[in-house]
């Protein structure tokens, strides 16, 4: 399975930004799906995942309460809705699909298949 994300872009703090992962040459069934993100000279960090097993939605702790992921199987995409959105919040936004169990669904090395990233700028 092949994935494109999208929707980044330049946004001032505050603001809002909704990233799309969608999926081509298969689907996300049977798949978890995650997003990460990487700040400069920073490592890889969880930022949101649903997954595949229980349909339950998982967050790292930066981000919980402003941000939401959504899974729209008709569409066949994985939606990140960020708000409230911080400086701090720069990075490239990467999706993830795989099948890690639950205790690994933070870890990026769970995730077989990435989308090529998505750059998001929050100015304070």
């Known amino acids: 399975v092949q994935l494109q994300a999208s929707g980044g872009g330049f946004v001032q703090a505050g603001g809002s930004l909704r990233l799309s992962c969608a999926a081509s040459g298969g689907t996300f069934r049977g798949y978890s799906v995650g997003w990460f993100r990487q700040g400069p000279g920073k490592e890889r960090e969880f930022v949101a995942a649903?997954?595949?097993?229980?349909?339950?939605?998982y967050y790292g702790d930066s981000v919980k309460g402003r941000f939401t992921i959504s899974r729209d199987n008709a569409k066949n995409t994985v939606n990140l809705q960020m708000n409230s959105l911080k400086p701090e919040d720069t990075a490239v936004y990467y999706c993830?699909?795989?099948?890690?169990?639950?205790?690994?669904?933070?870890?990026?090395?769970?995730?077989?298949?990435w989308g090529q990233g998505t750059l998001v700028t929050v100015s304070s």
């Open positions: 649903v997954a595949a097993s229980n349909m339950h939605s």
């Open positions: 993830g699909a795989g099948r890690p169990i639950i205790s690994s669904i933070s870890r990026p090395t769970a995730y077989a298949y």
